[in-house]
């Protein structure tokens, strides 16, 4: 608009010192109210939450995380009872899996060629299926047995056998029964590590001899000898006549004990208790 001489452009009132001030508030006005809108929402403030000491979090890829804290893991209670199977028939049939035959070992005599009941460490149940441990070469051998041509019972306890610590070790659940330095065998004829059990008890005729009070076999065969004493290279936890050996490599591959002890091993672990040997 062109402007007459003398003709002002008309101006806004300006504003007063109040009007300044209010002006300058609604912002502050506008983020209180969004706040409290937020708070309505459930997104106002609230307490931190509790977290575990010393954990961190690290992510990687999607879907890729990895979490890390300084709590334990708990460890389970060992068992107090294990399965057993006693061989009832004169005759019990091998089986590599349940219906099919072991052909390299169908059938076990009973009782064995050292006039012994036949036992078994049951692993696993299936129906009428029993995966069992058998006391046979090689060391750790496992078959299936029907469970018609045996009967069960439990037991107990469990032994430990730790060949570099020269010490034997009974266990119920994780309490310690009885333990006891022990000889173990040589660097050529070593006691054979694995997972085995007792499979037979023989008193023997008088204490004064190296097999001490009481042979207790071990399903676990020398992996040096075929035979030894006239047998098949069987080994056993047995006493002993020389106590000063005890703590040393002197054996055959048994393991050597006080004759006090074996006495006691005869007492905690019944035929079928697992024995369990560790380098």
């Not at 037991?155 to 009885?178: K, W, Y």
């Not at 204490?207 to 069987?234: H, M």
Request: glycine share 10%; hydrophobic share 40%.
């Amino acid at each position: 608009m062109r402007l007459l001489p003398g003709h002002r452009t008309p101006t806004r009132p300006s504003l007063g010192p109040v009007a300044r001030t209010w002006l300058k508030a609604i912002p502050v006005v506008a983020a209180i109210a969004i706040v409290g809108a937020g708070a309505a929402l459930g997104f106002g403030r609230s307490e931190p939450p509790i977290a575990p000491g010393a954990v961190t979090l690290t992510a990687g890829e999607p879907a890729s995380a990895s979490i890390a804290g300084d709590w334990k893991p708990v460890k389970p209670p060992a068992p107090t009872s294990y399965l057993v199977a006693d061989a009832t028939g004169s005759i019990v049939h091998l089986y590599e899996e349940p219906g099919v035959a072991l052909a390299s070992k169908p059938t076990m005599a009973n009782p064995t060629w050292e006039n012994l009941p036949v036992v078994f460490l049951v692993l696993e149940q299936r129906n009428e299926w029993l995966h069992v441990r058998v006391s046979s070469r090689p060391n750790n051998m496992t078959a299936w047995v029907s469970r018609s041509e045996v009967s069960l019972r439990s037991v107990p306890n469990r032994v430990l056998i730790e060949v570099g610590a020269r010490r034997v070790s009974v266990f119920h659940g994780d309490q310690v029964l009885l333990q006891e330095t022990v000889a173990v065998g040589t660097d050529r004829t070593p006691t054979p590590v694995g997972t085995f059990f007792v499979d037979g008890v023989v008193k023997v005729p008088y204490d004064t001899g190296p097999y001490g009070a009481y042979q207790v076999s071990v399903s676990g065969f020398s992996d040096a000898l075929q035979s030894f004493g006239g047998g098949v290279g069987q080994i056993a936890m047995h006493g002993t006549n020389r106590p000063e050996l005890l703590g040393q490599n002197v054996s055959n591959g048994c393991v050597r004990m006080t004759n006090e002890n074996i006495t006691k091993m005869v007492q905690l672990a019944p035929l079928g208790t697992p024995v369990t040997i560790v380098a």
